[in-house]
Protein backbone atom coordinates (compact mmCIF):
# COMPACT_ATOMS: atom_id res chain seq x y z
CA UNK A 1 0.00 0.00 0.00
CA UNK A 2 1.36 3.64 -1.13
CA UNK A 3 1.81 5.72 1.70
CA UNK A 4 1.65 9.79 0.84
CA UNK A 5 3.08 12.15 3.94
CA UNK A 6 3.21 15.84 3.48
CA UNK A 7 4.65 18.43 5.42
CA UNK A 8 5.37 22.28 5.43
CA UNK A 9 2.79 23.34 6.36
CA UNK A 10 2.16 26.41 8.77
CA UNK A 11 0.59 30.14 9.46
CA UNK A 12 2.21 32.51 7.04
CA UNK A 13 1.62 36.33 6.44
CA UNK A 14 0.69 37.88 3.31
CA UNK A 15 2.89 37.94 0.34
CA UNK A 16 5.39 34.94 2.47
CA UNK A 17 6.51 31.92 1.22
CA UNK A 18 6.17 28.31 2.20
CA UNK A 19 6.82 24.74 0.41
CA UNK A 20 5.22 21.50 0.89
CA UNK A 21 6.51 18.47 0.42
CA UNK A 22 5.12 14.88 -0.44
CA UNK A 23 7.36 11.78 0.96
CA UNK A 24 6.16 8.33 -0.63
CA UNK A 25 6.59 5.34 0.48
CA UNK A 26 7.84 4.00 -3.04
CA UNK A 27 8.91 5.15 -6.38
CA UNK A 28 6.71 7.97 -7.31
CA UNK A 29 7.52 7.12 -11.00
CA UNK A 30 5.05 4.39 -10.61
CA UNK A 31 2.09 6.99 -10.81
CA UNK A 32 0.79 8.25 -14.35
CA UNK A 33 0.71 11.55 -12.18
CA UNK A 34 0.86 13.90 -8.73
CA UNK A 35 -0.44 16.73 -7.74
CA UNK A 36 -1.45 19.09 -5.07
CA UNK A 37 -4.86 19.89 -3.98
CA UNK A 38 -6.91 21.86 -1.53
CA UNK A 39 -10.30 22.19 0.19
CA UNK A 40 -10.63 24.91 2.45
CA UNK A 41 -13.52 25.34 5.15
CA UNK A 42 -17.42 25.17 3.15
CA UNK A 43 -15.79 24.63 0.11
CA UNK A 44 -14.93 21.70 -2.42
CA UNK A 45 -11.64 19.87 -2.81
CA UNK A 46 -9.91 21.36 -5.62
CA UNK A 47 -6.52 21.16 -7.73
CA UNK A 48 -4.18 22.98 -7.16
CA UNK A 49 -0.80 21.61 -9.49
CA UNK A 50 -0.19 18.25 -11.30
CA UNK A 51 3.22 16.89 -13.00
CA UNK A 52 3.58 13.71 -14.86
CA UNK A 53 5.16 11.08 -14.92
CA UNK A 54 6.96 13.08 -18.22
CA UNK A 55 7.75 15.81 -16.01
CA UNK A 56 4.50 17.68 -17.62
CA UNK A 57 2.89 20.46 -15.16
CA UNK A 58 -0.07 21.79 -14.78
CA UNK A 59 -1.46 24.94 -12.60
CA UNK A 60 -5.03 25.91 -11.42
CA UNK A 61 -5.50 29.36 -12.84
CA UNK A 62 -5.53 31.20 -9.24
CA UNK A 63 -2.16 29.80 -8.49
CA UNK A 64 -0.45 30.50 -12.16
CA UNK A 65 2.93 32.06 -11.77
CA UNK A 66 2.72 31.59 -7.92
CA UNK A 67 3.51 28.38 -7.36
CA UNK A 68 5.63 25.63 -8.61
CA UNK A 69 5.25 22.09 -8.65
CA UNK A 70 8.01 19.35 -8.90
CA UNK A 71 9.57 16.46 -7.66
CA UNK A 72 13.38 14.51 -6.34
CA UNK A 73 12.78 10.69 -8.23
CA UNK A 74 15.79 9.82 -5.97
CA UNK A 75 13.92 11.09 -2.50
CA UNK A 76 10.50 10.21 -4.01
CA UNK A 77 9.35 13.36 -3.15
CA UNK A 78 7.17 15.82 -4.75
CA UNK A 79 6.89 19.92 -3.59
CA UNK A 80 4.89 22.56 -3.92
CA UNK A 81 6.64 25.74 -4.06
CA UNK A 82 4.16 28.64 -2.79
CA UNK A 83 5.12 32.17 -3.18
CA UNK A 84 3.09 35.94 -2.63
CA UNK A 85 0.72 33.81 -0.78
CA UNK A 86 -2.38 35.29 -0.30
CA UNK A 87 -5.27 34.44 2.52
CA UNK A 88 -7.70 33.28 -0.17
CA UNK A 89 -4.66 30.46 -0.29
CA UNK A 90 -5.80 28.88 3.08
CA UNK A 91 -6.56 25.73 3.41
CA UNK A 92 -5.72 21.78 3.59
CA UNK A 93 -3.52 20.66 1.06
CA UNK A 94 -3.36 17.30 0.28
CA UNK A 95 -0.56 15.52 -2.06
CA UNK A 96 -2.55 12.88 -4.79
CA UNK A 97 -1.33 10.08 -6.64
CA UNK A 98 -3.15 8.76 -9.67
CA UNK A 99 -2.72 5.71 -11.20
CA UNK A 100 -4.63 5.28 -14.60
CA UNK A 101 -5.25 1.66 -16.62
CA UNK A 102 -5.95 0.28 -19.98
CA UNK A 103 -9.67 -0.46 -19.19
CA UNK A 104 -10.07 3.05 -17.80
CA UNK A 105 -9.66 2.60 -14.50
CA UNK A 106 -8.36 5.32 -11.88
CA UNK A 107 -6.86 4.74 -8.24
CA UNK A 108 -5.92 7.82 -6.28
CA UNK A 109 -3.71 7.98 -3.56
CA UNK A 110 -4.02 10.63 -0.77
CA UNK A 111 -2.27 12.01 1.95
CA UNK A 112 -3.28 13.05 5.23
CA UNK A 113 -3.39 16.36 4.15
CA UNK A 114 -1.66 19.52 5.74
CA UNK A 115 -2.80 22.71 6.79
CA UNK A 116 -1.38 26.25 5.35
CA UNK A 117 -3.08 29.07 6.81
CA UNK A 118 -2.37 32.81 5.48
CA UNK A 119 -3.28 35.59 7.91
CA UNK A 120 -1.58 38.51 9.14
Known amino acids: QVQLVESGGGLVQPGGSLRLSCAAS????????MGWYRQAPGKQRELVAT???????NYADSVEGRFTISRDNAKNTVYLQMNSLKPEDTAVYYCNGMLTYPNGRRDDYWGQGTQVTVSS
Open 51 to 57: ITRSGRT
Open 26 to 33: GNILRFNA
